[in-house]
Nanobody, 129 residues
């Protein structure tokens, strides 16, 4: 069982930045592919980005981003703190949404909702023009 709690949302002007955090419970955080999704009013939830992790003698991590956020958003994770981050720069009004973090067991592509078992409650991000 993994519990996820997002924080860091708020209101920001267009062009500004926000950093979202997602604190995870449990001792197996590093074994999960972690993702960010968002849902704007009246729209379906959509993929934002995800990050995988392979630990051991040689560590490996990869990130995938949706096209609308490429070059503006950066996902990172701190396995020692069981925390996932989403750094959002150059924010646009169309980035306004509730942002959710999610955890998928194991190493998966991470771009599909069905791959994720655990979800946070979401945090609101509002970008004013």
């Amino acid at each position: 069982q993994v519990q996820l709690v997002e924080s860091g949302g708020g209101v920001v002007q267009a062009g500004g930045s926000l950093r979202l955090s997602c604190a995870a419970s449990g001792r197996t955080f590093s074994t999960y592919t972690m993702g960010w999704f968002r849902q704007a009013p009246g729209k379906e939830r959509e993929f934002v980005g995800c990050i995988t992790w392979i630990g051991g003698s040689t560590t490996y991590s990869s990130t995938t981003y949706a096209e609308p956020v490429k070059g503006r958003f950066t996902i990172s994770r701190d396995n020692a703190k069981n925390t996932l981050y989403l750094q959002m720069n150059s924010l646009k009004p169309e980035d306004t949404a509730v942002y959710y973090c999610a955890a998928a067991p194991g190493l998966v592509s991470g771009v599909r909702e069905y791959q994720y078992t655990y979800w946070g409650q979401g945090t609101q991000v509002t970008v004013s023009s």
